[in-house]
Every structure is written in C-alpha cells, then in structure tokens.
C-alpha cells in the first residue's frame, strides 16, 4: 500500500513557475514507477509526465516537453514536477501517481497501469 500526497500547487501568472512534490509512504517508493497527470474542468485526465523506478528514464507529453520537468528522490520518497513557462491552458488538477506494472526502465503511459494516486493539488494560471 502506498499513499501519496501532492503539494505545491497555487495561483500564477502566466510565464511563471511553480514546483509540485508528491510525498509517499511506505519503504517501497523506488519499486515503483511514478506519473504525473492532471485533469482540466470538462476534459480527460491526461498523463503529462512519467518516471521510471530509479529515475534514469522519463516521458513527457508533448503539450508540457521543454517546459516541465520530472524528477524523484527515492531517498525522500518524493517525486517532483518542476513546471515552468506556465500558460493559462495548465490550469488543471494536478496528481501523482504510482505504478507496479512493467520492468525497471518502464515509464507507463496510461493511466489504468497506475495502482495508487493522490488526492491532487490545483494548479491555475492567470493570463
């Protein structure tokens, strides 16, 4: 069993930065793949951002590449996701997310292959 909680979320205006954590419980967080994902108001939660169990290997959608960025410390059971050149279409509801399934290097990519999730963090952005 693994909980996760996000943090970091907020109020910004466009252009800025904000960093999001995800803290898990648990002695197991680097046996588990981590994803970012996030849920506009009348749209399909998307995945937007993964990780790999040691970190060596990430994706990125297309909508955030070069302007986010995801990192975990498995020392801290934390994950990260520094979001940067902010635009009024992030504003969203943002989750963490832990996957069991697939080998080391794997990064899943949908969200029906994450076990456990957060409760989430808002994020808007003002133009």
């Known amino acids: 069993q693994v909980q996760l909680v996000e943090s970091g979320g907020g109020l910004v205006q466009a252009g800025g930065s904000l960093r999001l954590s995800c803290a898990a419980s648990?002695?197991?967080?680097?046996?588990?793949?981590m994803g970012w994902f996030r849920q506009a108001p009348g749209k399909e939660r998307e995945l937007i951002a993964a990780i790999n169990r040691s970190g060596s290997r990430t994706y990125y959608a297309d909508s955030v590449k070069g302007r986010f960025t995801i990192s975990r410390d498995n020392a801290k059971n934390t994950v990260y996701l520094q979001t940067n050149s902010l635009k009024p279409e992030d504003t969203a509801v943002y989750y963490c997310?832990?996957?069991?399934?697939?080998?080391?290097?794997?990064?899943?990519?949908?969200?029906?292959?994450?076990?456990?999730w957060g409760q989430g963090t808002q994020v808007t952005v003002s133009s």
């Open positions: 997310a832990a996957s069991n399934s697939g080998g080391y290097y794997n990064t899943p990519q949908t969200g029906n292959r994450y076990d456990y």
């Open positions: 648990g002695r197991t967080f680097s046996s588990y793949a």
